[in-house]
């Protein structure tokens, strides 16, 4: 089959999108690889960047950690070195690359509109439109110790305050005037926003970039989160661990968008997946299983379990039985995590599969805690991911891969060719700015960005 045919007779909605994450702090990494680098040195930040670009993928993306975390008191010794700053790092990125997005994880509870909108748009200069904003909340008040605010935002506030942070600073970007001759950039016009959460007015200080506005993605699966995406997100970063229940979610988020006077291709649904690739099938499946094993040490095994029960298990056998006790629903013997869902359900839920198949600690961690993953020979992800994006189950996936940096170049090797072959995805950028590249229009209605 042409290759041109293919990809020309294929319309964008039916193309497949694609992300790296850099890996931060998560349970996806494996740390004691030899080929496991800096999390830290910019070196890792840019080869990492680059696969994704060599690979044709839309954009790079950042977590971000505003506080590192602590268990019994104590900083996490199984995390990261060190939280660098998104927007800092993806500056630097803007430079060493041409057409990848760059994707910065920003906090809403704990910024304010005018200077992170400043910070975005200047972003989205300098990288002549390929920015996105991850748009995050937290009330968590052991992170709001580290502002002067501390922990003051009710948990259901957050959204609240997101969308009107995210209103906020689209008035903001939208408050230059357009070009016209003798004022290649507009010029700026007074803005005055009064609400319930910001009361601010002023002049902007840096016109409309190539894009618009920078892309917002939002991280959630929640109602809330699903609300919020419908109203106000391009990319919804999400996760879910069946075909089923990623066609379940993206007809749900999708039915949102028509009472906000939104298409159903406005909004991106994007969930994050790992991948195992082998020359086979079964040796993808061991080496998936080898993978897991290096993820949950023993040491990780029963963090995962005193995360859930909220006590002190370090006297337990991670390859031995499930705790008898039941968990402490009030305990913060972990700070900085996000806990699994009820304790006490969790806890029932674990013991039941436990119980049901013969696991220890460890083997009953591994089972619950996996990510949805693509396990198999290039030939079978390349299909598999196809069939998602078309059967409705995602319109492209975030790629987490569990090596930095080098975690991403088997798949931008071995499957993107494929996928490039079924005509499920570009052969090379069809544009310049991020949302071209995800097929979405420019703000206000002004059609697609370049």
């Known amino acids: 089959m042409n290759l041109l045919t293919t990809e020309t007779s294929r319309t964008a909605r039916n193309r497949i999108h694609l992300a790296a994450h850099f890996p931060g702090v998560n349970s996806t990494t494996v740390w004691t690889d030899p080929r496991s680098g800096s999390q830290i040195d910019f070196s890792s930040f840019e080869a990492l960047a680059r696969t994704a670009e060599r690979g044709k993928f839309d954009f790079f993306f950042l977590a971000e950690g505003l506080r590192l975390r602590e268990h019994k008191g104590l900083i996490h010794d199984l995390d990261v070195v060190g939280r660098p700053e998104s927007l800092t790092v993806l500056s630097a990125l803007a430079a060493v690359t041409d057409r990848l997005g760059l994707a910065a994880t920003v906090n809403a509870t704990f910024n304010e509109p005018y200077e992170l909108a400043r910070r975005l748009a200047t972003l989205d200069h300098l990288s002549a439109g390929r920015a996105a904003w991850n748009v995050v909340t937290s009330s968590d008040a052991f992170t709001g110790e580290n502002f002067r605010r501390g922990g003051y935002l009710d948990h259901a506030d957050r959204y609240t305050r997101a969308a009107e942070f995210v209103a906020t600073a689209r008035e903001l970007w939208d408050s230059w005037t357009p070009p016209a001759p003798g004022a290649p950039y507009g010029a700026p016009r007074p803005f005055a926003h009064s609400g319930r959460q910001f009361a601010i007015e002023g002049e902007f200080t840096v016109p409309r970039s ?4 920078p892309v917002v993605i939002q991280a959630g699966d929640s109602e809330e989160g699903r ?11 999400t996760r879910h661990g069946t075909l089923e229940a990623g066609r379940e979610f993206y007809a749900d988020t999708k039915s949102r968008l028509a009472k906000y006077g939104r298409e159903p291709d406005d909004l991106k649904i994007m969930p994050g997946v790992t991948f195992v690739l082998g ?12 993978i897991r094993r290096q993820q949950v040490s023993p040491q990780n095994a029963i963090l995962a379990l005193e995360q859930v029960w909220g006590r002190d298990l370090s006297a337990y056998d991670p390859d031995g039985p499930l705790p008898g006790i039941d968990p402490d629903p009030d305990s913060a013997l972990v700070q900085g995590r996000v806990r699994i869902g009820d304790p006490l359900v969790v806890a029932t839920k674990w013991r039941a599969l436990s119980e049901a198949k013969g696991l220890s600690i460890r083997q009953t961690v591994i089972e619950t805690t996996a990510r949805q993953s693509f396990i198999g020979t290039p030939e079978s992800v390349a299909e598999s991911l196809d069939t998602f994006v078309r059967t409705r189950a995602a319109d492209g996936f975030i790629l987490v891969p569990h090596l930095t940096p080098g975690g991403l170049d088997d798949f931008v090797d071995r499957v993107v060719p494929l996928l490039q072959e079924r005509g499920a995805f570009r052969t090379e950028y069809e544009g310049t700015t991020l949302r071209s590249h995800l097929g979405l229009p420019l703000p206000g209605g002004k059609g697609s960005a370049a």
């Open 279 to 290: 020359d086979s099938d079964a040796e993808a499946q061991e080496r998936a299983a080898e």
């Open 210 to 213: 190539p894009q618009g506005h």
């Open 227 to 237: 609300e919020f995406a419908a109203s106000a997100a391009d990319v919804i970063f």
